[in-house]
């Protein structure tokens, strides 16, 4: 196994504009749920602040 990227994921190209101050990371591959799991009283709190 090398250390590379496959061939493949190289043929894409930008999609959208950059977001000033902030740092995003693409995945090629869906997170597992567990990954991505939010509190639904966090999601309640920001709700109503905004």
């Given at each position: 196994?090398?250390?590379?990227?496959?061939?493949?994921?190289?043929?894409?190209?930008?999609?959208?504009?950059?977001?000033?101050?902030?740092?995003?990371?693409a995945?090629?591959?869906?997170?597992?749920?567990?990954?991505?799991?939010?509190?639904?009283?966090?999601?309640?709190?920001?709700?109503?602040?905004?």
């Open positions: 196994m090398t250390n590379s990227v496959p061939d493949r994921w190289l043929e894409y190209k930008p999609f959208g504009n950059v977001i000033k101050g902030t740092n995003i990371l995945f090629k591959v869906p997170l597992k749920d567990v990954s991505i799991s939010v509190n639904n009283s966090l999601i309640l709190i920001i709700l109503h602040i905004f």
